[in-house]
């Protein structure tokens, strides 16, 4: 174990040693993915707030970032430097949101870096500017899990409250994207997954569902409908954080009843029109739908998504159509599940057919209340690291040494808490 660890982490990976001692390989492989986020990632900028690149790429995801720390939050309540370190995340993300709050992706300092040269209004601090729901989402939830898990409230600032209130305008404009959105983004000589029809401004949905717009996934691939299901649902779960922190925090009861009647609306229209009924299935949830009756029955890899809704603490109203959703999800209905000599579950288009992501394994067993369940899917991340010592992004179903990313931080730290979860320790929320 390195020895420069903070006690606190080194505590954590003692605890999971002890219980993985009969399970060749997998605390190896929990030490490996649990430091090397910081290791690697992690930096702390001169003004006490961090930067997390994502990995192999040297740019900041606003949704990344937080997933990428999640494991942390458990050692946070006992480590001020570990909270320290999780605040000021908090912070440069709240930065990062009022300056554009359409933007995916920024830079470490103001240099102009970027993704590619794509129509749309960019800065020197955005690498990327895909708009996309979760990417307002993660922040909200980092800074909620902090309260939750430290007791912490100094990052809930002004910097801070100005940014719900940007979130709040840019999800109600964008419940009428054709008519009030101010966004679009085209993207020349790439495949049709990493740019917006119609002139960026997407394919056309109807306004006033109550339902929000979002141009990409999680995956930074276009939506084929924009209204992107999982997000939403995500999105009611936050705003109702958002709603609390106003109430007992904030002391703002406007921002409160604000973000609380939009949670509401965003969540009753997912009830009332993401439930479709399938022949075989059920009542199960779309993954996208354009308002107007098309939909889009399937599941990605990235989170949010379907398969995620309990661990990102969605409550269905239809218990039976979010069980009915996971069957078929999780079997050969869903276009992008994939089953093969080495191993099954659920892919994305953002990576070829046949290829499964470490990511949406933990999530599946993370969402499992089956704890042979979990350790089955601990075994299989472990036996298909394709002899890394670190997850990757996506791997054949029939050869694990063919993969995609030789190593991705958010696909590490799920595998981490996957772990804790099967030691019994949880990130409070």
Known sequence: MKENLPESLKRLIHRVQETFREEPGIAELFENCFTNTLDTTVKRMEDGTTHVITGDIPAMWLRDSVAQVRPYLIAAGEDEEIADLLVGLSKRQFFF???????????????????????????DWIWERKYEIDSLCYPVQLAWLIWKNTGRTDHFDEAFAKGLRTILRVWKTEQYHEESSPYSFVRKNCPFTDTLSRGGKGALVKSGTGLIWSGFRPSDDACVYGYLIPSNMFASVVLGYMKTIAEEVLQDQELAAEAGALGKQVHDAVESLAVIQNSYFGRIYAYELDGFGQYLLMDDANVPSLLSMDYLGYEADDREAAENTRRFILSSANPFYYEGACASGIGSPHTPPDYIWHISLAVQGLTSPDREEKLRILRLMRDTDAGKKMMHEGFCVNDPSLYTREWFSWANAMFCELALDYCGIRVKR
Do not use: C
């Open 97 to 123: 949101i009022d300056h554009d709050p359409y933007a995916n992706a920024f830079n470490q300092e103001e240099n102009g870096s970027r993704w590619e040269n794509d129509e749309t209004e960019m800065t």
